[in-house]
């Protein structure tokens, strides 16, 4: 892997980039104030000199006395000061009259002095000569200017100590951050490395090492999740395994069945009664493999979300009266009594047709699973919750251990009467789930009651309209 393109390197940098930003940040809104501020300060130090030299130079008027007293306040004072005169015309001309350091022309054309006996008040600001900075104020006074001005060396020398030492402290600053960015980099990045790790074995279909990551962050979020889902992958993979086996033994049984009495009915010669024997044995097994084959293809629909419904008002009354006059003729073959109460208050928002696939699985499930003479009891009603379809019967019941598995795919108890492929109690579930509804299991000897449970419909059913596809 290109060690540029890692995540460590990039939270590295961009820590090492945040400093450097905040650096920078607190350099220009210290370093140009701090030297605004230390010469603003030397310019009132300065005007506040201004006043008292004025104050000596009108009481020394004369010119060799002048220089002397601005030799003296000069020193004094640690700045140097120059007297102007000009004329009142245009345009005005300084001529230097008086200096604490040595009189000449190389203050005859100052600006701040020159603005000042412009504009008759006092001036200030900072000059370059020969090099050199200086802050200057200039106060007129009678015909005269007062120019006192004075070297920001020393405060430059002040903002460049600064300077320097912020540049260090900001270069410590920032060698520190990426350090502790490199290392907390190179933490995240081991545990982002765990995350791929653990997505290619789960990628690769190995399920059986568990995804931890304790951390109380996004991260340790993220691994939680990585390891839902890979728990998840692992059942759906076991339910796979578990459907492809169940499925071809499913439908391998009734193709060798059907196999077997074909090779017999072409090799051998047999009577009439056992051809027509072998032939509703086929047929058996052909009804077998067509319910099998609907099985599977709701099954898929369902997992890929493809099964659609029609939500509309049923009457389950009605549902269970005609399920019951569709299974008659099966019950009484079975030796199975068939009774039916049903209810004008039991109106479900739901699938007519689905609604009877349901039925048609619980009744038939209850045939087949109890013994001769078993009373079946198909039920409709209200609650205040929605409205129910119940199938009771008075068989043995179903085992405590199976019934939290009954629901599942290809479950079978290990009861003799068990018969059949296990998948109608497992699509039954998932179409009321799909519906909105629910189903529910109630079973002790003597007594088990599979209950359809859908949301009420506040339309009556005979003025039912689909309302609204899934």
């Excluded at 007297?83 to 009189?103: A, C, H, K, N, W």
């Excluded at 545990?191 to 109380?216: N, Q, Y």
């Excluded at 991260?219 to 578990?242: C, H, P, Q, S, Y």
């Amino acid at each position: 892997m290109n060690r540029f393109r890692t995540v460590g390197l990039k939270l590295t940098l961009a820590l090492a980039g945040l400093v450097a930003g905040a650096l920078a940040i607190v350099y220009l809104a210290v370093v140009p104030s701090l030297k605004d501020r230390l010469i603003d300060g030397r310019l009132d130090q300065l005007e506040d000199a201004a006043q008292p030299v004025i104050g000596s130079i009108v009481v020394n008027p004369d010119g060799y006395r002048l220089d002397g007293t601005l030799a003296a306040e000069g020193q004094q004072r640690g700045v140097r000061l120059t007297v102007f005169e000009y004329l009142d015309q245009e345009p005005i001309t300084l001529i230097p009259i008086g200096d604490s350091r040595e009189l000449g022309s190389a203050l005859a054309d100052d600006a701040v002095a020159q603005a000042a006996a412009e504009r008759g008040e006092t001036e200030r600001g900072v000059v370059e000569r020969g090099g050199t900075q200086y802050a200057e104020v200039a106060q007129p006074f009678g015909d005269r200017v007062l120019l006192v001005s004075d070297s920001t060396e020393d405060t430059l020398d002040t903002v460049a100590l600064v300077e320097r030492r912020l540049l260090l402290a900001g270069l410590v600053a920032l060698a520190a951050a990426g350090l502790a960015g490199f290392g907390l980099a190179r933490i995240f990045a081991r545990r982002i490395k765990r995350l791929e790790r653990a997505a290619h074995r789960i990628e690769a279909g190995h399920f059986d090492e568990p995804v931890v990551d304790p951390a109380a962050d996004e991260l340790g979020e993220l691994a939680a999740a990585f390891d839902d889902m890979r728990k998840r992958l692992a059942a759906l993979e076991r339910a796979r395994r578990e459907f492809i086996a169940n499925a071809s033994h499913e439908l391998r049984t009734p193709i060798f069945a059907l196999g077997g009495h074909l090779e017999l009915l072409t090799d051998e010669e047999v009577d009439e009664p056992t051809r027509r024997e072998f032939l509703e044995e086929m047929r058996l097994q052909v009804e077998r493999l067509t319910k099998l084959a609907t099985d599977l293809l709701d099954l898929s629909r369902l997992d890929a979300g493809r099964l659609r419904v029609e939500l509309a008002p049923v009457d389950l009354g009605e549902i269970a009266g005609s399920l019951v006059g569709e299974f008659s003729g099966r019950g009484r073959e079975s030796g199975h009594a068939l009774t039916v109460d049903g209810s004008t208050d039991a109106v479900a928002l739901a699938d007519d047709e689905r609604v009877r696939q349901i039925g048609r699985i619980l009744l038939e499930n209850a045939i087949v699973h109890t013994p001769v003479g078993t009373e079946v009891r198909i039920a409709a009603g209200g609650t205040a919750a929605g409205v129910e379809l119940r199938v009771e019967d008075s068989g043995p019941g179903i085992a405590p251990e199976d019934q939290g598995h009954v629901f599942e795919r290809f479950y079978r108890t290990d009861s003799r009467l068990a018969a059949g492929s296990g998948l109608g109690l497992a699509i039954a579930s998932e179409l009321a789930s799909v519906m909105g509804g629910e189903i529910e299991l109630e079973s002790r000897p003597g007594r088990t009651v599979f209950t359809l449970r859908l949301p009420r419909s506040q339309v009556p059913a005979d003025e039912r309209e689909p309302a609204l596809a899934r």
